[in-house]
Every structure is written in C-alpha cells, then in structure tokens.
C-alpha cells in the first residue's frame, strides 16, 4: 500500500483585529508518529532494494570510483574510504589499516556492525560483505585478491572468473559471459577480435563439403568397400583355426606332425621317454596299478596296523605314544628322561617294579645282626650236621678265618660231616667274596678217626683270577692275571 500523505496548511490570523482567516492544521502526535512510521519504511525499503538487488556490497556515490581498495606495505594492509551495504544495511566506511598474520591466508571483510575484520574462514566472509583475500609468508604478501561485489554506475567485468552457477548478482553475470566470450574466442582477452567470425566459419564448413578433391567419389568408395573388410578376413582366419586338417595335422602318433584331436576329441602320442614328454593313458594306469598294491587290503586308505597286518597307528595308539613320559603317571607309556632314567608308582604287588626308594629302604643293619646270630651260632657248634650251609654278611674276614684282613665282604660256610660209629669225617669249606671284587675259597677239615676232633687249619684252596692294565705283581703260586690295553 503507498504512503497516503497529509495536507498541510497554515494557520492565518489578521494581525490587526486577531481574526482567524484561516484554520491551519493542528499538530497531533499520531499526525508526527505517522511521519516517524513513514520515514522508518522508506529506510526498511531501501535496505530491502538494497539486498534484492545486492544484499553485501560494495558502491560509489555520484561520479566517484567504488572505494574499500586495498593496499599493503608488509604485513600491514590499508583501504580507502568507502560506502559498503551487508546485508541491505548501509555503512559510510572510513579509511583504516589492519595487521595481517604471518604465513597464513586470511579475508578481509565488513561485519555487520560496520567495522572491517579478518578471518581464515571463507564462509565468515562471504556472510557479510567480503573485500579482499591476502596470503601472506613470515614478512610480506605473497598473493592477493579483490573479493569485493561492486555495484555501481560503471563496472569492471573479471573475464578469468568462470561461471559456477545461475544464481549471483548482475556484476557476477557480466563477468561470466567476458569468460565464456574468452574460452569461444581462444584469445587472451575476452575483446580481441577472434580469427575468424562465425560467418566466415560457415562460409569455409560449406566450401569443404562441396569439395570433390578432397573427399572421394562414389566409384572410389565402391572400389573401397570391395577391399577386404577386417570382418572377412576374421572369418577366414576363424574358417582355418576350425578345419580339421589343417597343414597335416592328425590325432594318430606321427612323428613330426602337429596333434589334432580325433573325433571322440582325444589325440595319441608316442611312449614317453623324457621326463618332461607328455604322459599317455597306459602309463597313469601303471601309477594307478602301483598305487593299488601300495593301499592293500585297507582300501583306498591305509587301515590301522594290526598285530597280523602293517597299516596305520590308530589315534588312540598315536595319543599314547604322543603321552609318553618319563613321570609316574597312571596308563601312560614310560619313555626315559635325559638322564636315562624314568619313574613309577609305588609298588603294591609282588611282582610290580620296585623303585630305588624300596631298594635302599632294605635294613642293612637287620641283616648284619642276622648274619651275626647265625655266625655266633654256627661258631659254638662242635660240630656241623651233614649238608648245613650258613651264610654270613658284611662280617670281617678274621671273624671268621681267623686271619688278619679286616675288609667287609659276604661269607657262605658250607660243612659235610660223616659219623659213624668208628670214626668222624668232615670238611668245611668256606667261599669269600669281597668287597672290592675278590673271591677266595678256604677249607679245613678233620682228618682223624677219633669222633669229636677238632678241625685242622684253614687252607686256601682256589686259585686267583684277576686283570688289569698294569703289570702283574703280588699273589701267589697259580694265580691267573690278565693283562690289557
């Protein structure tokens, strides 16, 4: 709806009698708010105009250039005064300065409370009013560009900036078809005349179709299209590789004489003698025959060795031989262990392997006192009855002989004596075995007819036998040495 004004007239007294000649208009407070109403909308439609027709620009007033240009002298950039609209709001710029950072790139532009910032983020820009971009190394400007969208009277078209979408202002525009007239063209500048005009192109695209020389005539073509075709010869190439006698070719063992197969699709060759000759039927049967006899009666895998037939171990075989160990443990294979030596339970049976521990548990001291009673025993005997055998452990030999070694070793005492009522025969006989591998035998006997007599002297009847590697030296009258290397 437009803006319906009001009429304003003046309010007219006559000075001389105080007469009102004409009423004027009264000044009302709805009357003033309407004026305040109407100027807020006039400034409403023109921030609207001003986002329709740019939204964030940059512009210049009446026969000046646009402002807002950059320069820099270090990392220090400055611009011009200007007028610049964000967002449809309008700010009256002044000139300024302001620190670039170091090795960075950063854009410059307007916020909206008019004041000019900097960022690293396109998008912050390009939501205000976007002015200048700067790359920037440790000291100075590296690259710079002008982002500003300018609206004014003239403009400076940008033929390098190519169309990226149907949406932008009319500067925008106008720089992207100088671009598209540059890219038709193929010159450097979107203004220089092209080479030749579409006129002239079509003019030369119709003196070529109806050239004659350059292009072929009709018979030209018919004697062309009689050559061979890449099709045909394919045919006769497929027509060959499909004859089935080509250049001698035969599915019987010829010698020298390329295979083909015969009709049931199988082809012979000559014994193979090489390794590398090709295999024929006769000689997998052979492999296949050998193989057979190699499975036996298991089938076509071996079955598991019986105690009448070899084959397999069977898993459970395999997993006792895999439990082998060398300690005491229950339903388990004994293997020896590094040392050669391997461990059982206790023994409970008779018959079960009696272990070191039951070995050395044996009460030497027991048999000792034994074999000390039976000697004590046998000592006080007068005599000894036909065919009693005693037998002494771990007694020193002059316990028993007489003599004077004192070495330990075993003792058997073997008496014969024969009474009868004229006279008493007997022989005693003692075999000593000793400690450190020696063996004598002694014997006395009663040789008198008088029963009850006592024993003669302990004679030594054996002859020693002994080796070594040392010369022989000691002993007595008919003792054996052997002597070795």
């Known amino acids: 709806m437009s803006y319906q004004k009001n009429t304003w007239i003046d309010h007219i007294i006559d000075p001389s009698t105080g007469e009102v000649i004409q009423q004027g208009t009264k000044v009302t407070a709805n009357r003033l708010n309407k004026l305040e109403g109407g100027v ?57 300065s302001i620190a670039l950072n170091a090795s960075q790139g950063q854009y410059i532009y307007l916020d909206s409370d008019g004041i000019v910032k900097k960022t690293t983020s396109q998008a912050t820009a390009n939501a205000k009013c976007p002015l200048w971009y700067f790359a920037t190394d440790a000291s100075g400007v590296i690259t710079s560009t002008d982002r500003r969208n300018i609206v004014a009277s003239s403009i400076t078209v940008d033929q390098n900036q190519a169309p990226t979408g149907n949406t932008g202002n009319w500067w925008k525009f106008f720089s992207f078809f100088a671009n598209r007239l540059k890219q038709f063209s193929g010159e450097t500048d979107w203004k220089t005349d092209p080479i030749r005009s579409l006129k002239q192109l079509w003019t030369d695209l119709s003196n070529h179709l109806s050239d004659t020389v350059s292009h072929i005539t009709a018979a030209e073509r018919t004697a062309w299209n ?200 007997g022989i005693q006989r003692a075999t000593y075995f000793g400690n450190t591998s020696t063996y004598e035998v002694w014997q006395r006997a009663v040789g008198n007819n008088t029963a009850g007599a006592a024993w003669g002297p302990w004679v030594r009847v054996d002859r020693g036998i002994s080796y070594g590697t040392a010369a022989p030296s000691g002993g007595r009258d008919g003792d054996i040495y052997f002597q070795y290397e």
């Open 40 to 96: 807020e909308k006039a400034h409403q439609l023109i921030e609207s105009l001003a986002r329709e027709w740019g939204g964030s620009f940059v512009t210049a007033q009446a026969g000046r250039n646009p402002g807002l240009v950059f320069s820099v002298a270090g990392l220090t950039a400055s611009w011009t005064a200007g007028v610049a609209y964000v967002n449809g709001v309008r700010f009256d710029v002044a000139s300024g």
């Open 226 to 425: 009689a050559k061979e075709t890449p099709e045909g010869a394919q045919t006769k190439v497929d027509n060959h590789a499909s004859a089935t006698s080509v250049h001698g070719a035969t599915s019987a063992a010829t010698a020298s004489r390329i295979i083909m197969r015969d009709a049931n699709g199988r082809a012979k060759v000559a014994a193979p003698s090489a390794a590398d000759d090709i295999a024929r039927k006769d000689t997998v049967d052979a492999v296949q025959a050998n193989l057979n006899n190699h499975i036996g009666t298991g089938g076509t895998a071996h079955a598991a060795a019986t105690t009448s037939a070899a084959g397999f171990m069977s898993a459970s075989d395999k997993s006792k031989l895999d439990g082998a160990t060398s300690a005491a443990t229950s339903s388990t294979l004994i293997m020896r262990d590094a040392n050669g030596r391997a461990k059982v339970a206790a023994p409970a049976a008779p018959d079960d392997i009696a272990r070191k521990a039951e070995v050395d548990a044996i009460d030497t001291n027991k048999v000792n006192r034994l074999a000390d009673e039976a000697f004590t025993e046998a000592s006080s005997m007068s005599e000894y009855p036909r065919g009693i055998s005693v037998f002494f452990a771990s007694l020193a030999k002059g316990s028993w002989l007489g003599k004077a070694q004192g070495s330990v070793g075993f003792v058997c005492v073997e008496t014969y004596r024969i009474t009868n009522t004229a006279a008493a025969w």
